[in-house]
């Protein structure tokens, strides 16, 4: 059984172990963002770069502003942060190769690959949440990331921004769509 696959149906046990009450409060909702002159980080030129879809829960209450998302405050550490869509000059081989470039070390909340894409969060330290999905594009040496980063705003046990943002960002990430053209 493929990763997302499983990471679904481990969302779907989860949403039916909640309580009647507070499963009403847990929604998905699905965002795009669309940025049709994107640089092209640590190359050259523009081209266009679309977040196709992610689903996120209706507790991050998401605002568009422009050609990115921020959501928040979440939780008890009161997060907030941002889902932007870019495009990166890279010469390596794999959307798994991508992604470690992309993320910084820290403990792993998931990763995963769907397709030709690859995912992950990780905690930069304190709290603080970064997680990419990538993919390529149809031009050498140039990928679609969809990244996402997260800042508490309150001091809170480890299980607080693990639960309720890291994991919801980590779903979204494995079921997210991307591409740049």
Known sequence: MRLVTRLLIALVILALAIPAGAQAAKVWRAYHVFDGQAEVEGGSGTHAARLTQILLPSTFAVKRR???LAFGPVGTCRSTG?????????????????????????????????????WGIVNSGGGNLRGAYVRPTKFDDTWV?????????RSCHTGG??????????????????SGY
């Open 66 to 68: 422009g050609t990115y």
């Open 82 to 118: 941002s889902i932007r869509v870019v495009l990166v000059d890279s010469s390596a081989s794999t959307a798994e190769d991508v992604l470690a470039e992309q993320l910084p070390d820290g403990t792993s909340y998931g990763s995963g690959t769907n397709g030709d894409a690859a």
């Open 145 to 153: 990331v969809i990244r996402a980063a997260t800042t508490p705003h």
């Open 161 to 178: 921004y693990r639960e309720s943002v890291a994991f919801p960002l980590a779903g979204a990430l494995a079921a997210a769509k991307a």
